[in-house]
């Protein structure tokens, strides 16, 4: 009988604290693999404290001159990738992320994807984690745009040492002449590619074992016809070594049950997404090969917010990020290759899960969500803890009106609901 556990974005929720730590770059990121934090202890028996927030805070009138003469997009509590180009949201998150200065901060391995294909590039950044330790950049099937050019050079990726100084690996059918272009830049170049995307995931998987020399038994099983549901999976297989295997909605490819048979059918298997996405039919027959739990919202917001939410104790899957202190990223639902290249944001930095905006102001359930992780202080606001967004989109898509509402929201705040000049 299958075994089947089941978290939704509304029901109660345990609250553990996650220390993420284990993904951040030392001297040499060559030594930085997995193994620092699959076996860190995720989890914090202390419970949170609310944040001091309420909901009137979406009643406040909004101040239309906020935007105006600025310097910059950033505020104190987030940093904006102000494009909607998802071959320059690739390139700011890439040198946001890598500053290449030095060896130490260098990736090792760049990924390439071709722009207007989700269902192949979305997988690919479990490669993003190490041994890799790079970006996800984007080109077209025939040509390497010059801003992926030029960041390609800037970044001079050293090679993985763990996969014989690979440093460019393509994803997808490219043709020739992109290899070309890269090996004339003296790149080492290999590929990854699938003869769908079913398969395309399940080869991810395989090459991620064979570099890492690791098979992981956790993965996560996403819809390739909703990608608005499948999105979140991007952080968290940039940030951990579980894959993203693609279902329908009423079947399971073969390229799928082989990887999952691969576990010897004992995988620790996370659907992403609700019923609508991946029919419970799916989800029993998921069940043959290991231990199902579905986590699920009705909305795409609130299928992000319950994923940031979610953390299995017993396998240390899942963000767990109830409780403040922690890094979080915003995009839009309608820009799918734009959120998967901004992955990285859960690599390194702040190790932060996507939530996803449906439209261009927050919604309740996000403004709940948020209140939730606000921090308080007693009397010193300098020992924290601190909460930081990435927002990825312009103005035209994520205005800035909301950026200041976010930015409110994860500011630490007195404990007793007084400001911040009431601390000594």
């Not at 909460?387 to 950026?403: C, D, L, M, R, W």
Request: charged fraction near 20%.
């Amino acid at each position: 009988m299958m075994k089947k556990r089941v978290c939704t974005a509304i029901g109660s929720v345990l609250v553990f604290a996650i220390f993420f730590s284990g993904c951040s770059n030392g001297t040499d990121n060559e030594n930085q693999n997995h193994e620092n934090h699959e076996n860190m202890d995720h989890e914090d028996t202390n419970q949170k404290k609310e944040g001091s927030a309420d909901m009137s805070m979406m009643d406040q009138k909004a101040n239309q001159n906020g935007d105006q003469n600025r310097l910059t997009m950033d505020t104190k509590n987030i940093t904006r990738v102000g494009q909607d180009d998802p071959v320059k949201v690739a390139v700011e998150t890439s040198q946001i992320i890598w500053p290449a200065s030095h060896k130490g901060n260098q990736p090792g391995t760049v990924l390439l994807g071709m722009t207007n294909d989700w269902k192949t590039t979305l997988p690919a950044v479990t490669l993003v984690h190490h041994p890799n330790d790079g970006p996800l950049l984007y080109a077209e099937k025939n040509s390497i745009p010059e801003e992926t050019m030029n960041e390609l050079k800037r970044l001079n990726p050293k090679g993985s040492k763990m996969n014989q100084e690979i440093q460019v690996i393509l994803i997808g059918d490219f043709s020739d002449n992109v290899r070309t272009q890269l090996k004339d830049e003296g790149l080492k170049v290999d590929t990854v590619e699938g003869e769908n995307p079913a398969d395309t995931s399940a080869k991810l998987d395989a090459y991620y074992a064979k570099v890492s020399g690791n098979l992981p038994q956790s993965v996560i099983v996403g819809s390739m016809n909703t990608p608005e549901y499948t999105l979140p999976a991007a952080n968290w297989i940039a940030h951990m070594p579980e894959p993203l295997l693609y279902v329908g909605k009423n079947n399971i490819p073969t390229e799928t049950i082989d990887a999952l048979q691969k576990r010897e059918n004992k995988a620790n298997i996370y659907i992403l997404g609700p019923k609508s996405a991946v029919s419970a039919s799916v989800e029993k027959e998921l069940g043959q090969y290991g231990e199902v739990t579905r986590i699920s919202g009705k909305t795409p917001e609130a299928n992000a917010i319950a994923f940031a939410k979610y953390k299995d104790k017993s396998t240390k899957f899942g963000w767990g990020v109830t409780d403040p202190g922690h890094g979080l990223t915003f995009n839009r639902t309608d820009n799918v290759d734009a959120a998967i290249a901004s992955a990285p944001f859960s690599h390194m930095g702040k190790h932060a899960p996507m939530l996803l905006l449906d439209k261009e102001a927050l919604s309740e359930p996000i403004h709940q969500y948020l209140m939730s992780l606000q921090p308080t202080f007693e009397d010193d606001p300098t020992v924290g803890p601190y909460n930081h967004a990435y927002v990825i989109g312009s103005e035209k898509t994520i205005p800035f009106t909301t950026q200041g509402m976010i930015d409110q929201m994860l500011e630490i705040t007195p404990e007793d609901g007084g400001g911040h000049g009431g601390h000594e």
